[in-house]
């Protein structure tokens, strides 16, 4: 069973199920769909309640795409979203909005997520004023609780965005996040937009916050060691598809798929000037008119005949580790 050492310690909180989301490019004097990009194509996993799920890959390969499906911003072309073994297709109106409660999402640019027009006061309680909870009192009691759960002055509440440094306002749009104190947390590239000197100050936030409130996450990052440092699994994503799945160790000690590798090797460490980096050559294929076979066999260093005829399927290599390469099972 794929998901047997997850299932038998957790709880199934979220499951994609052959997920696909196209989106269409539009010509012509009718403007009638023309071609379509496929953002992601066939995606299956599932995410354990209280396990921080790591997704990575290079830009352009479904990662914000796939949380913004799970989070209802957009919905999937084909496939089943199940959350709390509801599936998020079939509900709507207050049902929705009830379940909605329950996630919450930090967004990659704090910069564009914050209406600048609004104090930070408001900002933050703009979910409970959607959601009907709570009187103004305590509304205004919770913002107040949740800031300093994130490391904000209470004086910030009447500041608007603009008068806050970036590293300020991405507490601001984790406040935000966490007001309703949910089951569920997408965090998409929440660093990329901040200063350098601070990444960590905030990364050790979400990661402390994720323990105490006992959130279920899904962490989205291009960069393999913020990943590492964040997760309890990972799936590596190349043009929509996911290539690798296993535990952080697993992946990090016995990387499995090319693509994976060349990932891992492309990280920095510390004393080790003789490390060789594996340059991958050619350009990601277009998601547009993506290759056939494994996607990845046009950059691949290992590639062969079958590669770019028959697509390779995610398979058990070890326990709990998983990838979608036909290297691994090529006799």
Same mark, same amino acid.
């Given at each position: 069973?794929?998901?047997?050492?997850?299932?038998?310690?957790?709880?199934?909180?979220?499951?994609?199920?052959?997920?696909?989301?196209?989106?269409? *490019?539009?010509?012509?004097? #009718?403007?009638?769909?023309?071609?379509?990009?496929?953002?992601?194509?066939?995606?299956?996993?599932?995410?354990?309640?209280?396990?921080?799920?790591?997704? %990575?890959?290079?830009?352009?390969?479904?990662?914000?795409?796939? =949380?913004?499906?799970? *989070?209802?911003?957009?919905?999937?072309?084909?496939?089943?979203?199940?959350?709390?073994?509801?599936?998020?297709?079939?509900?709507? =109106?207050?049902? !929705?909005?009830?379940?909605?409660?329950?996630?919450?999402?930090?967004?990659?640019?704090?910069?564009?997520?914050?209406?600048?027009?609004?104090? @930070?006061?408001?900002? #933050?309680?703009?979910?409970?004023?959607?959601?009907?909870?709570?009187?103004?009192?305590?509304?205004?009691?919770?913002?107040?609780?949740?800031?300093?759960?994130?490391?904000?002055?209470?004086?910030?509440?009447?500041?608007?965005?603009?008068?806050?440094?970036?590293?300020?306002?991405?507490?601001?749009?984790?406040?935000?996040?966490? #007001?309703?104190?949910?089951?569920?947390?997408?965090?998409?590239?929440?660093?990329?937009?901040?200063?350098?000197?601070?990444?960590?100050?905030?990364?050790?936030? @979400?990661?402390?916050?994720?323990?105490?409130?006992? !959130?279920?996450?899904?962490?989205?990052?291009?960069?393999?060691?913020?990943?590492?440092?964040?997760?309890?699994?990972?799936?590596?994503?190349?043009? =929509?598809?996911?290539?690798?799945?296993?535990? %952080?160790?697993?992946?990090?000690?016995?990387?499995?798929?090319?693509?994976?590798?060349?990932?891992?090797?492309? *990280?920095?460490?510390? =004393?080790?000037?003789?490390?060789?980096?594996? #340059? !991958?050559?050619?350009?990601?294929?277009?998601? @547009?008119?993506?290759?056939?076979?494994?996607?990845?066999?046009?950059?691949?260093?290992?590639?062969?005949?079958?590669?770019?005829?028959?697509?390779?399927?995610?398979?058990? %290599?070890?326990?709990?580790?998983?990838?979608?390469?036909?290297?691994?099972?090529?006799?």
């Amino acid at each position: 069973m794929i998901w047997g050492y997850i299932m038998n310690k957790n709880e199934l909180l979220i499951e994609l199920k052959d997920i696909e989301k196209y989106f269409p *490019i539009r010509g012509g004097i #009718i403007s009638k769909t023309v071609e379509s990009v496929h953002a992601v194509d066939g995606l299956n996993f599932k995410i354990m309640k209280g396990e921080t799920f790591g997704l %990575v890959g290079e830009s352009g390969c479904g990662k914000t795409t796939t =949380g913004r499906l799970i *989070i209802g911003l957009e919905k999937p072309t084909k496939g089943t979203i199940m959350f709390k073994d509801r599936d998020l297709n079939k509900i709507s =109106g207050g049902e !929705l909005r009830e379940l909605r409660r329950n996630m919450g999402a930090i967004f990659q640019d704090p910069h564009l997520s914050l209406d600048p027009r609004m104090r @930070i006061r408001y900002v #933050i309680r703009e979910p409970l004023d959607i959601q009907g909870s709570a009187n103004r009192s305590e509304k205004d009691e919770y913002v107040l609780k949740i800031m300093e759960k994130v490391k904000l002055q209470p004086s910030y509440v009447n500041r608007f965005p603009y008068e806050l440094s970036g590293g300020e306002k991405q507490r601001v749009a984790m406040a935000r996040a966490l #007001i309703n104190n949910p089951d569920f947390l997408l965090a998409d590239e929440p660093v990329s937009g901040v200063d350098v000197s601070i990444r960590s100050q905030i990364l050790n936030l @979400i990661k402390d916050l994720i323990n105490e409130m006992r !959130l279920t996450c899904l962490f989205i990052s291009h960069d393999l060691s913020v990943i590492e440092y964040m997760s309890d699994r990972i799936g590596v994503m190349y043009v =929509g598809k996911l290539v690798e799945l296993a535990p %952080v160790e697993t992946l990090y000690d016995n990387p499995q798929h090319p693509y994976t590798e060349a990932l891992l090797s492309a *990280i920095p460490v510390p =004393g080790e000037r003789s490390k060789t980096r594996i #340059i !991958l050559k050619g350009v990601i294929p277009s998601p @547009i008119n993506p290759p056939s076979g494994c996607r990845f066999h046009t950059r691949c260093p290992y590639t062969f005949s079958k590669c770019s005829k028959d697509e390779p399927k995610l398979f058990e %290599v070890e326990n709990d580790h998983f990838v979608a390469c036909h290297l691994r099972t090529k006799s």
